[in-house]
């Protein structure tokens, strides 16, 4: 068990690293100055390159990857005056006449639109996406196993092909559409019975400048969000399922009169869940990231709003820091994944998971 999970995190820590030096890269190498776009096109050469220098845009693209990944690991060489160690809480393990080895949190700088902590605007946004792609799945996996085992105890009958044909329909449609419908729908035309908005965060302003939570404002976006989830989820249930009324166990459960819920609560739900679990983890990762356009479109405040007004504005530490985090989320989801799928099938071998 703990070679499994020392392996994992190994493998996980490398991929994270990887991701993160292919994204650096990426974003550096645009033809984009974030300094002229903090201070605009009419400041002076002098002032442009003071900015540079301060950013340390002025270096060279392996050298501003290399110092970012220096902010972000948690045992980190820096220069005895350098001002980043004035912004930062850390522990000096090593200390000599020029450089010092200090161990701290990872660092992910500061805005270059506002100035604030990038950690701070995450840590912020991070609990409304993290809320609304949890409702979205928890509405896909209970629509989606139940369409898929209704449809696969119906095979080949009318509301067989309905539920198919309405889950593929589902898939079909981008995320973005059906925020779209559905706010004009539900948030505009039906207001006045529905008392939902086109927009809105979770978290609120009321008319006197105290702060509200609105939960109402979650609902037409965890729908849309989960559209495609609830019709993904449906389909693998469904074949799941039919693949596991298919086994001779099953069968002979049911040639000894075992009733249907008895056979489905003992033999088929647990088996059917490997192909389901992994596919609910994969889309669970997915909506974070997917919340982009939702979250743009209720104009909610979340980490999809976030990284696309970094993305807009060019804020390059707001942007990666988004990044970083979300691929973090994604290798610590299937890290689980791997735990339960030794859970609900004990013979899968450790070193082979």
Not at 128 to 146: D, F, H, K, P, R
Not at 309 to 334: H, K, M, R, S
């Amino acid at each position: 068990m703990l070679q499994f999970i020392r392996q994992r995190f190994v493998s996980g820590l490398m991929s994270l690293v990887f991701i993160v030096v292919l994204i650096t890269g990426i974003i550096y190498v645009a033809p984009v100055d974030p300094a002229t776009l903090s201070f605009g096109q009419q400041m002076s050469e002098k002032a442009l390159a003071l900015k540079q220098k301060e950013l340390g845009l002025d270096k060279s693209i392996g050298n501003q990857i290399l110092l970012y990944l220096n902010d972000l690991s948690p045992l980190s060489m820096y220069k005895v005056d350098s001002p980043k160690l004035k912004e930062i809480k850390y522990t000096s393990l090593i200390s000599g006449k020029t450089n010092k080895l200090v161990a701290k949190r990872p660092y992910f700088r500061e805005s270059y639109q506002t100035g604030d902590r990038i950690w701070l605007m995450i840590k912020t946004a991070m609990p409304n996406t993290m809320l609304l792609a949890l409702c979205a799945i928890i509405l896909a996996t209970i629509l989606g196993l139940i369409l898929g085992m209704v449809a696969a105890l119906n095979k080949n009958t009318w509301l067989d092909g309905f539920i198919v044909a309405v889950s593929t329909l589902g898939y079909s449609v981008p995320s973005y559409v059906s925020a779209i419908i559905l706010s004009l729908i539900f948030g505009f035309y039906l207001k006045e019975w529905t008392h939902l908005n086109m927009q809105g965060s979770l978290i609120t302003l009321n008319d006197i400048g105290d702060t509200v939570t609105q939960w109402k404002n979650l609902i037409l976006p965890s729908i849309a969000l989960g559209v495609r989830p609830v019709a993904v989820i449906t389909q693998i249930a469904r074949n799941a399922m039919l693949d596991v009324l298919s086994k001779p166990y099953v069968l002979t459960a049911r040639a000894k009169g075992m009733g249907l819920a008895s056979m489905i609560k003992k033999h088929v739900f647990k088996n059917m869940m490997n192909p389901v679990v992994t596919t609910i983890s994969g889309w669970f990762a997915s909506l974070l990231a997917g919340a982009f356009f939702v979250e743009s479109i209720f104009n909610y405040n979340g980490m999809g709003l976030l990284t696309v007004n970094a993305l807009i504005n060019y804020d390059t530490p707001l942007l990666l820091g988004c990044i970083v985090v979300i691929a973090a989320i994604f290798i610590i989801l299937n890290l689980l994944v791997d735990f339960i799928y030794l859970y609900l099938d004990p013979k899968v071998r450790l070193n082979e998971a």
